[in-house]
């Protein structure tokens, strides 16, 4: 078969696949890109739209194998870093997550600003930006933790040692200082810690609250959508942002 048959025959299993995709038939959909990337191997629609289905599947690693390679055929592609950012997010690796979302939508907002996906991308954005946050902040409060019993393992087997050679009475009442100062220490170092408030970027700009369903203005703002829908609805149609 040659070149140009190959792509023709190509583009109208891309058209079957969409067609199936539309239907909700995703197992025969990724059939037909599948049989799409046989005959034409370098071209990245065909896996972005094969990784659609796989998403529809919750077959995340699949996402991310087809988002990858559409990357390397199409550094820019919007969908395919969208979607990887999608699948390293579920694999709980946030911070690569939230740059590749953040890359998607630095492209989706040059390509096509007012466009749908970038509304969906930031998102999905700010979901994993607390996300992100929110892991941050129990991996250091697991590691105070980690960090507090092994010091009080250390002063334990310190004990310990004094009472084998005979010196427990001198040992005891320092052995529990040592312990009440540590849990000071620890305590204060938990308090210091422990975030105080949730990070502006992640909090609605009129209510203050963290975002459940963020959309983006023209203008480059957040809001909570059904904040800014209410505002707009009896207040007026302009950003309250630049009122």
């Given at each position: 078969?040659?070149?140009?048959l190959?792509f ?5 299993l ?8 539309k ?9 037909a890109?599948?049989?799409?990337i ?9 896996y ?5 289905c ?12 087809d ?25 709980q690796?946030?911070a690569d ?18 466009g749908?996906?970038?509304e ?13 946050w929110?892991d ?18 250390a ?8 009472e084998?050679e ?18 000071r220490?620890?305590?204060?170092a ?35 959508r059904?904040v800014i829908l ?10 309250p942002?630049?009122?």
């Open positions: 078969m040659g070149p140009s190959a023709s025959t190509a583009e109208e891309r058209k079957a696949g969409n067609s199936y995709f239907k909700g038939f995703f197992n025969a959909s990724i059939e890109y599948t049989e799409a046989t005959l034409c191997p370098d071209i990245p629609v065909y972005t739209n094969r990784a659609l796989h998403r529809k599947r919750n077959d995340w690693t699949r996402v991310e194998e988002s990858r390679k559409a990357i390397q055929l199409e550094h820019n592609s919007v969908k395919a870093h969208y979607m990887l950012g999608l699948a390293l997010l579920q694999k690796e946030y997550g939230v740059k590749e979302l953040e890359r998607a939508l630095d492209l989706g907002r040059g390509a096509n600003p007012k749908y996906m970038v969906e991308i930031w998102q999905e954005l700010a979901k994993a930006k607390y996300m992100e929110e941050l902040s129990s991996k250091r409060s697991w590691e105070l933790q980690n960090l507090k019993e092994a010091c009080e393992n002063l334990k087997e310190k004990h310990d040692a004094f084998m005979g010196f427990l009475d001198e040992a005891g009442p320092t052995h529990m200082r040592q312990l009440e100062a540590l849990g220490v620890f305590e204060k938990a308090e210091a810690d422990t975030p105080s408030e949730v990070p502006d970027y992640l909090c609605c700009k009129i209510t203050l609250d963290i975002f459940r369903d963020p959309v983006i203005t023209p203008s480059g703002v957040t809001y909570e059904s209410n505002h707009l609805e009896k207040v007026g149609n302009f950003d942002n630049h009122a």
